[in-house]
């Protein structure tokens, strides 16, 4: 015996005399009640998982003003001569209207506040005039109109007139006949300069602006510091009524797909010669692609920024880069043949020949690899004019989210 337990490892298991033994299978089934913990490890994995804290609604009421316009009803106005140009001079045809995959029009505070007047907590808007959103609450309890738009035009974009230029929130407060304007952040400032330049943001005139339900004249507002040297007043600020009442109309259609190609040019020869080299790349597109007709099934657009590409004939100033960032755009009714056009221009461009040409190894430095690639759909503005109204609540439909 070398075991510890060699003398009692082979005798016969107890048995008792007044309990029989049970079966492997008994055994075994006492056991299978925690089989009915199925789930049970899942359910602690998702107690102990990171999840956002769960959003309870309250019960604020919910409108929702749509500005989205029924072509139909564009189209019976266009029929009728309501519908005008809005700083462009091509004919406007039905076709450009129906054309469009979807046309709104720019809302006042007219329905904000026929909302507010039916007891909304919450508006979401569609399409509107940036300062009625803001303007539209102050009117509705009674502040004069010019101010109240005048002050929505300033504080929408939030600290845009404070300093330092940070992404931030504005406070704006109307006093009788003036109004006020401050960071809420208490380590910026506004200062009158900055707040009356802002009268040109986004317009032609200081002095004039138009909206939907009439207009302001700015041209006797004032602005003054305030002693804490932080807020900026506003004074003189008119509102205009409107001759007649009108909505301004804004419809994209789709016009094709596109694909292009990033590079960039630090060679003095090919940005001298650019132009005889883009002349020669349309030439040899045509010979190479004869299935393709130039203008119907591609257009080829260059993009040279860094010489002159923002301002191009409108440029005072002109002057020879010594590197530009060449965009090439192709715009086809279809993705397959603008990639195929673009590819050609890329390789084109990149070896194509010029008088006094030095370099061999190319002309061109990309940005990605492939070079070429197929950017977002191309849309184009087919409707940006006014439509005579009667109403300015009608076309924006009222609906409740949560009523």
């Not at 056991?31 to 604020?60: K, V």
């Not at 700015?218 to 009108?246: I, N």
């Not at 409108?314 to 993705?335: A, F, H, M, N």
């Amino acid at each position: 015996m070398n075991g510890k337990y060699d003398d009692i490892i082979d005798l016969p298991h107890p048995t008792s005399q007044n309990h029989p033994r049970m079966s492997l299978h008994d055994r075994a089934a006492q056991f299978s009640p925690f089989a009915a913990l199925t789930g049970h490890h899942a359910a602690i994995a998702e107690t102990g998982r990171l999840t956002d804290r769960r959003i309870e609604l309250d019960e604020s009421e919910i409108a929702r003003v749509d500005a989205e316009m029924d072509k139909r009803m564009v189209v019976d106005a266009f029929r009728e001569g309501r519908v005008e140009n809005f700083e462009t001079t091509a004919a406007l045809k039905e076709s450009d209207i129906t054309d469009c995959e979807h046309i709104v029009a720019q809302m006042g505070i007219q329905p904000y506040i026929e909302a507010l007047k039916a007891g909304a907590d919450i508006i979401i808007g569609g399409r509107a005039y940036d300062a009625a959103v803001i303007a539209a609450y102050p009117i509705w309890k009674g502040e004069d109109i010019g101010l109240s738009y005048h002050l929505g035009k300033i504080i929408e974009c939030g600290c845009a007139v404070a300093l330092p230029r940070e992404s931030d929130g504005m406070i704006g407060v109307i006093d009788g006949d003036s109004f006020t304007v401050v960071p809420a952040d208490p380590n910026k400032i506004c200062k009158p300069d900055i707040v009356a330049a802002h009268t040109l943001y986004e317009r032609t005139s200081p002095f004039t602006t138009e909206f939907p339900g009439g207009g302001l004249d700015m041209s006797g507002s004032s602005f003054s510091a305030e002693p804490d040297g932080r807020t900026v007043r506003v004074r003189g600020t008119k509102f205009v009524e409107p001759a007649r009442l009108t909505l301004k109309l804004e419809g994209s259609r789709h016009t094709g797909f596109r694909c292009i190609c990033l590079a960039g040019i630090r060679d003095p020869f090919v940005i001298a010669n650019f132009a005889e080299i883009e002349k020669r790349l349309r030439t040899k597109v045509k010979r190479d692609l004869p299935q393709f007709e130039e203008d119907k099934d591609y257009k080829i657009l260059f993009h040279r920024y860094g010489a002159g590409e923002i301002m191009k004939e409108r440029d005072p100033e002109t002057w020879t880069p010594k590197e530009i960032g060449l965009v090439i755009e192709v715009i086809s009714p279809d993705q397959d043949t603008a990639n195929t056009v673009c590819a050609l221009c890329r390789s084109g461009i990149l070896h194509q020949g010029f008088p006094g040409r030095r370099a061999n190894s190319g002309n061109l430095a990309f940005l990605y690899t492939p070079a070429e690639f197929p950017a977002p759909p191309c849309y184009e503005f087919a409707l940006y004019h006014l439509m005579v109204v009667d109403d300015l609540i009608k076309p924006f439909p009222i609906t409740w989210v949560q009523k």
